[in-house]
């Protein structure tokens, strides 16, 4: 056992940066005042906000006003989702986001299902990417909005973002009407440029959490002029599109986190891809029957996402635990559902290959030293868990094995079943 | 570690020490399940010849996430198990299930199959202190995996009217699930198909017993809570 703990889970969440908390702590205390006020604590925070605005929007390269914040990724989701969709009715009803949505697009997608939207579900080739060409094939006049991450939070496989936004353009065709497009960059924003100038894109989700800010804190950026309805409603703050008091002390360190991670981001993108090459050669130089998960090249330079055959993901993690390194894993064992996960099954993985996925995912405290280490327990583990196991699966039949549609009996699984 | 200890509730861990990395939701594994987790006892460690062992058994599929093997040897003279080795695909709660009912079979030089047969999934979780109520199915399954041995032990060696014990049918092959494991679902609060299938897996790989077991779950339904 490893006697300091290693933590191979930023992509979950991320420890607040000290430079951060040290930003944020006056607003806790002397500086507490609510931003809606007009006497002096209250233009205080309200100033606050304001600086914070501006050094984001500088950040993500957008005009004043563009930026709305969220208490989540997921409600900023939420927004776009539901609000975009609502407020455009009139021009259309259709809905296209790519299968491997956070969840937080595509519940809100399903929710408008019952609102007489039209969603249409986008699958990912084989290598884990959305072919624009699809997209162009699957916009039509009632087409009002396309949600496409820019990242998933599983594998970390980048989507031709730019790609997709011109495809979109073209099909507007110069006018400002729908179809809009929106990208969550909750995984991207650490390691890839996200200007919104550049992608291309009409609304855009970031996260704090994600980015060694608090947690409680996320933006949604919305290009002027785009029509949308609010989903959390009220006192009419943030221009009536989230009402609620601003969470200041967090805005102001989310804005805090925006300019560390942005300064850091070359460095830590050439950093952390070399330790993750390290991670993932060692694993499978090492461990037999592993399977990578996501693209291999086109992937967010701190993830590594494998499936060890035969072993059950909620074992090894606690293995893992027990070693003292924390790492995530898509099998259903380890969800409140019970469901393996979709974005892995989406990428054409059969369930025995979800069950046995770990995700590795690397920041900005993670060292060669770590990475060594966790190098050094993993055939250990793996190998005690396939001595455990009585499957024997071979690397290559693993399509044959278990589809969905070829599961035992000829039927999908109960979890599968009562989705629809 | 002491400070977890309730004596009161036999040595019950009370402190969560498993968190969902992705909801942040958490649940308890007990120490018991920790430990024979961590060093599972009785695992079948090199694949047996033939004739090794007296009857074999296997429920689960590798799709659903848990596949349990048994291997089993008997003394047909005083009709005991003698022996009792696994092998688990599955979460911490599959793996300790299993490892704790290769213990409680052969602890005491061996156990008689009639009292095996009686073991309930209830006995299992019991022993291990407790487990997670959602993941109580997987406890579920090693038992049926020491039926599935004992079945094939009793066809082996012509017992026929020992197959499928407690007079109760077998419902669904695939998982080794009988009426009675329907009934007790319903008693534990499933009175829908999908929860039925929660707490038992039934039909997931052999859809063909499902009519029967939504009938089963109405009639039984009635029986209970009259509805």
New interface residues.
């Given amino acids: 056992m490893l006697k300091k703990k290693i933590y191979l ?1 930023y992509a ?1 969440t991320t420890p607040l940066d000290k430079k951060v908390f040290m930003a944020m702590k006056p607003y806790f205390f002397e500086k507490f005042g609510n931003p809606g006020n007009l006497y002096h604590s209250g233009r205080v925070a309200k100033k606050a906000i304001d600086i914070a605005r501006r050094k984001m929007e500088k950040i993500i390269n957008c005009d004043p006003g563009e930026i709305i914040f969220n208490a989540s990724a997921t409600e900023a989701d939420n927004l776009a989702i539901l609000g975009i969709a609502r407020a455009n009715k009139k021009f259309g009803n259709k809905i296209i986001i790519s299968n491997i949505e956070h969840k937080g697009i595509h519940s809100s997608a399903r929710l408008l299902v019952d609102e007489d939207f039209d969603v249409v579900e986008i699958p990912v080739g084989s290598n884990g990417l959305i072919s624009p060409g699809k997209i162009s094939k699957a916009l039509d006049k009632k087409t009002i909005l396309v949600s496409v991450t820019y990242a998933d939070s599983e594998t970390g496989t980048v989507q031709p973002i730019e790609k997709i936004s011109k495809v979109i353009k073209k099909f507007r065709a110069g006018k400002g009407a729908p179809p809009y497009f929106h990208t969550d960059a909750s995984q991207a924003f650490s390691y890839l440029d996200s200007d919104v100038k550049k992608l291309g894109v009409d609304a855009m989700t970031i996260s704090a959490h994600k980015i060694y800010g608090p947690k409680g804190i996320a933006a949604l950026y919305i290009r002027k002029g785009i029509a949308m309805t609010p989903v959390i409603i009220g006192g009419g703050q943030q221009n009536n599109l989230r009402s609620g008091t601003q969470n200041v002390p967090a805005i102001v360190g989310f804005a805090e986190s925006a300019v560390i991670t942005k300064r850091m981001r070359k460095k830590e993108y050439l950093r952390l891809k070399k330790l993750r090459d390290i991670l993932e050669k060692g694993i499978f130089r090492m461990v037999p029957k592993v399977v990578l998960n996501g693209h291999p090249q086109n992937r967010l330079p701190n993830f590594l996402n494998v499936s060890f055959l ?3 993901g ?2 090894a ?3 893992f ?2 070693a003292n390194v ?1 790492v ?2 898509g ?6 559902t ?1 469901e ?1 996960s979709r974005v892995l099954l989406a990428l054409g993985r ?3 290959h979800v ?1 046995g996925s770990i995700r590795f995912s690397l920041g900005r405290h993670t060292t060669a030293e770590e990475i060594r280490q966790v190098l050094r327990i993993i055939p250990g583990i793996i190998k005690k868990l396939r ?5 024997d ?1 071979k690397l290559n039949e693993s399509k044959k ?2 589809r969905p549609e070829a ?5 999908a ?2 979890f599968l079943r ?1 989705k629809k | 570690m002491k400070k977890n200890i309730d004596k009161k509730n036999n040595g019950k861990v009370s402190s969560p020490d498993v968190v969902n990395s992705h909801t942040g939701g958490s649940w308890a594994y007990t120490e018991k399940v920790k430990s024979h987790f961590f060093n599972p006892q009785n695992i079948l460690l090199v694949d047996p010849e033939k004739e090794t062992y007296d009857a074999e058994g296997i429920v689960g599929s590798p799709a659903c996430g848990d596949v349990m093997r048994v291997w089993l040897k008997i003394d047909q003279a005083k009709d005991k198990i003698i022996d009792f080795k696994w092998k688990t695909f599955g979460c911490a709660s599959a793996i300790a299930a299993t490892s704790i009912l290769s213990v409680m079979i052969t602890e005491k030089g061996g156990m008689k199959i009639d009292r095996a047969l009686k073991i309930k999934p209830g006995d299992i979780v019991r022993r291990l202190d407790g487990v997670p109520d959602r993941k109580i199915h997987c406890s579920v399954l090693s038992d049926k995996a020491l039926r599935a041995a004992l079945n094939a032990w009793f066809k082996k060696t012509g017992q026929f009217e020992r197959v499928s014990a407690e007079g109760s049918k077998i419902i669904d092959p695939y998982v080794k699930v009988t009426e009675a494991d329907i009934e007790k679902a319903v008693l534990g609060g499933a009175f829908t198909l999908k929860q039925v299938q929660e707490k038992t897996k039934v039909g997931i790989g052999y859809p063909e017993c499902i009519p029967a077991t939504e009938e089963l779950i109405r009639f039984y339904c009635e029986k209970h809570f009259g509805k």
């Avoid at chain 1, 099998?331 to 409140?336: I, K």
């Avoid at chain 1, 001595?387 to 499957?391: Q, Y």
């Fill in positions: 889970d979950s035969d072993i059950e909620e074992a993690l606690l293995y635990d027990n924390e995530s894993t099998s259903a064992c380890d969800s409140e019970l393996p059969s369930y025995e069950h001595v455990i196991s009585p499957l699966l094995i278990s599961f035992a009996g000829g039927r699984p109960h009562n």
